[in-house]
């Protein structure tokens, strides 16, 4: 009795460590499939990113501080998701880390929003978008004033029964602008970003005290918690 006991035991042990190898297998390989996922995203938009900012009529110089500035807004969204293993980032987190160096003055940047977490293509593509329009005002738009402001608000909507992350970016009392100013590298950016691999919608505004800007995203690419 005592051996087939015995026998019964080390069975039990063997299929258990034997199912826990082949756990064990399936999460590493879903680890490396992972793994190849991000690594193509991350060289397909930096590859994009290098022939906007090589096109023609633009000198070498200019090309490669906007590839480096891009290259270094990319890598800001790479480290707060590294802080989570991939898990996803924190939208408010990823304004702040942008405007934080520029929120000079008291009342110049406004934050507005519920904690909305991004998984981690989002993520991303909305680190970028942030970078842009960040980049924009303060070379040209709000935050190149001393009285400019930025205001960014975000809410869920529910858009024909889809919940969508909406949010809004407005610039106040900054340059008045004489007029329409052409669609740059920038533009075109957040556009295809947006509305390509985020299958959302952007609605963008040349106000006369800055730009506006409307960018919608429905949940299920753009958001997996709101609180």
Known sequence: MRDAAGAFLYAVRVAEDITERRQADKRQKL????????VKNTLATVQSLAWQAARPGVPPQVAQERFQERLLALSRTH?????????????????????????TAAGCVRLDGPEVHLDARPAVVLGMAVHELTTNAVKQGALAAASGR?????????????????????????????????????SRLLRQTITRELAGQLDLRYEREGVCCTIAVPTGSGNQQAA
Not at 31 to 38: F, G, Q, V
Not at 79 to 103: C, D, M
């Open 31 to 38: 680890l490396i499939d992972e793994l190849n996922h991000r």
């Open 79 to 103: 480290n707060l998701l590294n802080e989570t293993h991939w898990e996803g980032a924190s939208l408010r987190t990823i304004l702040e880390t942008e405007l934080g160096p520029y929120a």
């Open 150 to 186: 930025v205001q960014v608000g975000w809410k869920i909507d529910n858009r024909g029964g889809e919940a969508v992350l909406a949010i809004d970016w407005c610039e106040l009392d900054g340059p008045t602008l004489a007029a329409q100013p052409s669609l740059g590298f920038g």
